[in-house]
């Protein structure tokens, strides 16, 4: 399975000018690189110009579940899938903390992204204090059954759901988790998953990891924990550091 690299730009750079700079700094440096799949996640803003100017694949950082209608400042599952996107980030920790996303707000986003035919990213993943608190499987039990509740076992393996642990004390702080935390944390996901759709081929899912990914810990969250891809967040702006972590991946 090839890794999965994925660069959420979150809510940067501040013009296209500077996307469409990174953007092409990217695709130069990794040009040759054939055994990494490779997704560019920038402000919706920059999809359609990003996308126009490329056969790249992209994410969005968000979807809607509603296709169409009186949603002032949303943006449909639908209309991204529309737009060319092939992945979404669902429910990722800045979203749940800045923005009220609830387990039943990602769940309806999980439903209309599968139905839509857009693959979901999937953000699970414990703060500081349930860390602290021993709850780090309490959480992702909690907050992967109810993203799934209600998508059948054909539905999960059509989708090819992806699902990231990102621990949120990790994610911009400059304390990666541990390789050893990484593999224990997706062990328990692929678990979690075995138990609530048996029918389904556990190997085929992949399972990300995000938090403070650089070039230098990139190749151990792949080789080490085993994880089949990374979300990366800040370490994605920089096309140098970006290309040595895909180029560590492979
Ligand atoms: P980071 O963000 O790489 O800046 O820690 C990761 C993420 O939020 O997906």
Redesign the pocket.
Known sequence: MKPLIVA?W?MNPLTLKEAKSIFSSVKAGIKGIKNAEVVISPPFLYLAPLKSASSFLFAAQDAYWEDKGAFTGEISALMLKNAGCGYA?IG???RRKYFHETDESVNKKIKAAVKTGLTPIL?VGETQSEKERGETESVLRKEIASALENISDSEMEASKIVI?Y?PVW????GTPCSFDQAKSAAGLIRNIIRQKYPSLEVQKLRILY????NGGNASGYIKEAGVNGL??????LIPSEFVKIVESSV
């Open positions: 959420n979150k980030i990722h920790s800045e953000c990231a990102e990790a994610i911009g702080s995000g938090g403070s990914v979300l990366i967040g800040g370490a994605s």
